[in-house]
Nanobody
Framework: QVQLVESGGGLVQAGGSLRLSCAVS????????MGWHRQAPGKQRELVAH???????NYADSVKGRFTISRDNAKNTVYLQMNSLKPEDTAVYYC?????????WGQGTQVTVSS
């Protein structure tokens, strides 16, 4: 059974940084695409960053230049480094792992950015 556990969220002031982690168990992340998504209150969930098995990455326009997605295959963990945080980045952040027809999600971690 594949499980994803996010961590690293918290309260930070605008301009600060956080690093989110998504630990995957049950299957190697080498075999799937990984993504970070977020959902703010009253808004739809949106894709923030995506990483393919081939190493390609892409980002939402709103976070380009500030967020970086990375993988540590040895730890089977994906990270989201978030710099220059803004109050509008406040949301619950989720990671997902896509392998073939399967799409697995974590439980989410809250990020709150104060102005």
């Amino acid at each position: 059974q594949v499980q994803l556990v996010e961590s690293g969220g918290g309260l930070v002031q605008a301009g600060g940084s956080l690093r989110l982690s998504c630990a995957v168990s049950g299957r190697s992340i080498r075999f799937g695409a990984m993504g970070w998504h977020r959902q703010a209150p009253g808004k739809q969930r949106e894709l923030v960053a995506h990483s393919t098995t081939g190493g390609s990455t892409n980002y939402a326009d709103s976070v380009k230049g500030r967020f970086t997605i990375s993988r540590d295959n040895a730890k089977n963990t994906v990270y989201l480094q978030m710099n220059s945080l803004k109050p509008e980045d406040t949301a619950v952040y989720y990671c997902n792992y896509i392998s073939g027809p399967y799409d697995y999600w974590g439980q989410g971690t809250q990020v709150t950015v104060s102005s």
